[in-house]
């Protein structure tokens, strides 16, 4: 009995190597506990919001070595039939990253801002002619619940941001508007 016990855990401890191997993170990245990825989860939104000035969920799942820059980009051209299939962690882990990041943004008073993602045309995330209305809408969760693919979907936006991207909107509609007098005079 004690050497089939040892030969499953071994046999086990090589699959969690192997896995581990293959999608090039280490055992730790599969063993966090829930307060240690709350800590990495809060450090990302943290350095997103200061390069980006706003945080998507998905960076924030390739910012902790959830998700691969490639597995992102195979999801995104269609060849993964929905995000969570190809994230690192389970489901349960990845409910609490995304609860997380709206607790985060609650606290610091982040916009929220749904966005569509699309299926990218060409392997290219900027071809022409690939706007919400032509494109396969993609889907983030395995169960495709609205509720989750909402929360996959939820960019949060730096209040400060928001108003200077304002503030410089109606800069430009000022001119415009001044530059279209002058030429009328």
């Known amino acids: 009995m004690s050497y089939t016990c040892n030969w499953l855990l ?3 401890l090589q699959s969690i190597s192997y896995t581990c191997a293959t999608f090039n993170t280490g055992i730790e990245g599969l063993l966090l506990n829930d ?10 939104i943290y350095t997103l919001l200061k390069e980006k000035g706003f945080v998507a969920p998905v960076d924030v ?9 490639t597995d992102y980009e195979r999801w995104r051209c269609g060849t993964v039939d929905y995000l969570e299939r190809v994230c690192k962690i389970n489901l349960s882990k990845l409910s609490k990253i995304n609860s997380e990041i709206r607790a985060y943004a609650k606290r610091n008073n982040l916009k929220a801002s749904w966005t569509f993602y699309n299926q990218w045309k060409n392997g290219k995330s900027k071809s022409k002619g690939n706007s919400a209305t032509n494109a396969r809408k993609l889907r ?5 619940n609205e509720n989750i ?3 996959y979907a939820t960019h949060y936006i730096e209040q400060l ?3 200077k991207a304002k503030e410089r909107k109606e800069q430009n509609v000022e001119i415009k ?3 279209q007098q002058q030429t009328t005079e």
């Open 10 to 12: 071994f046999a086990l």
């Open 35 to 44: 307060k240690e990825l709350k800590q990495k989860v809060n450090t990302a």
């Open 61 to 69: 799942l390739m910012a902790v070595g959830v998700l691969s820059i």
């Open 140 to 144: 983030f969760s395995k169960s495709g």
């Open 149 to 151: 693919e909402n929360q």
């Open 161 to 163: 941001k928001v108003a």
């Open 177 to 179: 508007v001044d530059s």
